[in-house]
């Protein structure tokens, strides 16, 4: 008698079939024949990556004028050796942020093989939507914050103050505010990742909600620069993002809710009554 009859039998509900989690056919390989495949996975990416920030080179100066607003006019560099350093740092920015697809599918065609399929159908969407929120945070923070924040700080200028914008300065503070709109984008992978997992459920996460705007007011706070313009623009959308995570993370818990159920709930083809022995 199979296992499986044998639970039947005795009343037990035998583990539905084709769940257990396969993993994809793998050659055997040695350690160092992972280190081999590490090794070679690294050059490719230092590849991609310097081919991509020597073509950002030859667009580094029409960049840096997309950079600058209007209203700034000019930027200006106080050392010789300023205005190489700062286009340099341009094309490399851009070289990474142009290979970032590149470079994660070589990271993923290295880690895929050693996954689980169920963890495979799971971690690629993450990564997927990760990638993408981080770009669009980048391009918010380009295309709308930046902007704004510009003029509201030379508003304050008078006749007898004039700025004189350093290229380097200016350029650190885009970049740290591009990143830091491109990171508290990931608010809906991290709340849809903990509801996924269990450790959160939607529930609390709305049930709390007042204190979440007070921990995003007070992360916006330590982000940006020490202002309440530039605390609130930022604070506004990580609310919406926390708020539409929430309702997503209803709909994953829901489908998490499904799945599980499905596994538990006992083949509908077997007669599972009770069989006297």
Request: aromatic share 12%; charged share 15%.
């Amino acid at each position: 008698m199979s296992p499986d009859a044998a639970l039947v039998a005795a009343g037990a509900t035998p583990p539905p079939a084709g769940k257990k989690p396969q993993r994809a056919p793998l050659r055997t390989m040695s350690f160092f024949q992972h280190l081999e495949e590490l090794r070679a996975t690294l050059i490719r990416m230092l590849l991609v990556g310097a081919a991509a920030a020597t073509a950002g080179w030859f667009v580094s100066e029409r960049l840096l004028g997309l950079l600058v607003p209007a209203e700034l006019g000019q930027v200006h560099y106080f050392n010789p050796t300023e205005g190489f350093m700062i286009r340099f740092k341009v094309s490399i920015a851009v070289g990474l942020l142009v290979a970032m697809p590149i470079l994660l599918m070589q990271v993923w065609s290295f880690v895929a093989p050693g996954l689980f399929q169920n963890e495979k159908r799971f971690v690629f969407p993450v990564l997927l939507a990760s990638t993408l929120l981080f770009y669009l945070g980048l391009a918010f923070a380009y295309a709308f914050v930046v902007p704004r924040m510009v003029s509201f700080f030379l508003s304050f200028s008078a006749a007898t103050l004039k700025p004189i914008i350093n290229v380097t300065q200016y350029f650190s503070f885009v970049t740290k505010f591009c990143l830091a709109f491109g990171l508290v984008f990931q608010i809906p992978v991290v709340i849809v990742l903990l509801a996924w997992l269990g450790l959160v459920t939607p529930r609390q996460l709305l049930s709390q909600w007042r204190y979440g705007v007070v921990i995003i007011f007070i992360v916006a706070a330590w982000l940006t620069p020490p202002d309440a313009v530039s605390q609130v623009m930022m604070a506004i959308p990580m609310v919406v993002l926390y708020m539409g995570a929430i309702g997503l993370a209803f709909v994953v818990g829901r489908r998490r809710q499904s799945r599980r159920s499905t596994e538990t709930d006992p083949d509908p083809d077997v007669d599972h009554e009770a069989v006297s022995p």
